[in-house]
């Protein structure tokens, strides 16, 4: 099974990508942000840690 490695991406930079994709700023709560988007299926909201590194396991959580 291939190992699949996620890069080293800091909170600015996944919340610029998920803008790219159609998400929205809705709000900031201390260094989390919330992103929305309209879907067919209804809104999906994203949290993002506006931190310098994003751990792993939390980037493999938003983008799953």
Known sequence: MPSHKLPVVSG???????QKLGYVVVRQRGSYVRLKKMTEAGVHLITVPNHAE?????L?????
């Open 12 to 18: 600015e930079q996944l919340i610029k990508a998920l």
């Open 54 to 58: 994003i751990a792993k396991g939390t």
């Open 60 to 64: 493999n959580d938003i983008l799953s």
